[in-house]
Nanobody, 124 residues
Framework: QVQLVESGGGLVQAGGSLRLSCAAS????????MAWFRQAPGKEREFVSA????????ASADSVKGRFTISRDNAKKTLDLQMNNLKPEDTAVYYC?????????????????WGQGTQVTVSS
């Protein structure tokens, strides 16, 4: 099993920045594509950004393109999400996810491992 732990959430004003991190532990000898999802109060969990095992391929939701950047460090077993120009509508619990494949995916059902989430709150 792979355990994922997110960190870096918090309260920030609109226009500000936050950097989320996700640390992987456990059976991490395999090659995993990773992603970030988020869930706002009263809404379904949605895709934010994903990255292939190699780091050479990424995908992002239209709502965050140009503002959020996903990256990974396979040697350190970490996944990051740099979030700039944050908006109140970015307020949500952000989840790190991993899947048993080198290829990225954008659907929740394609991910095998999930973190507990970290709260991001953007005030107007």
């Amino acid at each position: 099993q792979v355990q994922l732990v997110e960190s870096g959430g918090g309260l920030v004003q609109a226009g500000g920045s936050l950097r989320l991190s996700c640390a992987a532990s456990g059976r991490t000898s395999g090659h995993y594509a990773m992603a970030w999802f988020r869930q706002a109060p009263g809404k379904e969990r949605e895709f934010v950004s994903a990255i292939a095992w190699s780091g050479g391929n990424t995908a992002s939701a239209d709502s965050v393109k140009g503002r959020f950047t996903i990256s990974r460090d396979n040697a350190k077993k970490t996944l990051d999400l740099q979030m700039n120009n944050l908006k109140p509508e970015d307020t949500a619990v952000y989840y790190c996810a991993g899947r048993n494949s080198i290829w990225l995916a954008t659907l929740m059902t394609e991910y095998d491992y999930w973190g507990q989430g970290t709260q991001v709150t953007v005030s107007s």
